[in-house]
């Protein structure tokens, strides 16, 4: 286990290797036997004039659903939407069909040779 | 955009999907395939039956910068995608009535 202690804006860890941030951060580390380290980072954020805090570029893009637990926390989890008009998309058959589709496009450049032909068979079929 | 459509239907998937479909069905889809064959682009975009839209629930492969899905006949939609001037056409929906959320 290795012990970190404060000074000003910087955390000192007992072998003496400083860990010195701009903004404060504190991070608790524990070290498994096997001496696998891993560590619980909690980021301290400052919410700008405007409301906004930022997560990083990692998540650009995604949607969030955040709950207000209580006045002062947040849950917030990436989320992901589906339209109603494409639940149907999202059945087990629908999404193996569609991915088989997709590999097998992706294999094969497209072609229209046979477009007039492949309409008369299946009209007929 | 006046590009015209070129239809690519080799898709085994989609063949199988079509041929799957009850025989009524079946020839409403091929005569919405037979339309699109002498559409352009943009008519494939702006038409109010095929209703072509495109789909956010699933990110496409490598390769393919977005999946759309039209209609292919009253309830049923089909998935494909522009591949330059082809319309390169993967699935059928499976089930028609659960198509537009009446299940």
Request: glycine share 6%; net charge neutral.
């Amino acid at each position: 286990m290795r012990t970190f202690f404060t000074s000003g804006s910087h955390f000192w860890s007992v072998d003496g290797q400083s860990v010195s941030w701009g903004a404060s951060f504190c991070a608790i580390v524990h070290a498994c036997s096997s001496a696998v380290m891993e560590a619980i980072m909690q980021d301290v954020k400052t919410i700008g004039s405007n409301g906004q805090i930022s997560f990083g570029k990692r998540y650009a893009g995604r949607q969030v659903c955040v709950e207000e637990q209580e006045p002062g926390v947040w849950l917030v989890r990436t989320v992901t939407v589906i339209p109603d008009n494409e639940l149907w998309l999202n059945t087990p058959k629908a999404q193996s069909d569609l991915q088989h589709a997709m590999a097998w496009a992706s294999a094969h450049p497209a072609d229209d040779t046979d477009t007039q032909h492949a309409l008369d068979q299946m009209t007929r079929g | 955009m006046g590009d015209p459509v070129r239809l690519d239907l080799n898709n085994p998937v989609f063949q199988e999907n079509l041929l799957a479909l009850p025989k009524p069905e079946r020839h409403s889809a091929l005569e919405t395939l037979r339309k699109i064959l002498h559409m352009t682009w943009d008519q494939v975009y702006r038409d109010k039956g095929l209703r072509w839209e495109k789909i956010l629930s699933v990110a496409p492969p490598k390769g393919i910068a977005a999946i759309y899905s039209l209609r292919i006949t009253q309830s049923r939609r089909a998935t494909a995608y522009r591949d330059g001037d082809y319309l390169r056409f993967l699935t059928v929906a499976p089930d028609h009535d659960a198509t537009y959320g009446k299940k």
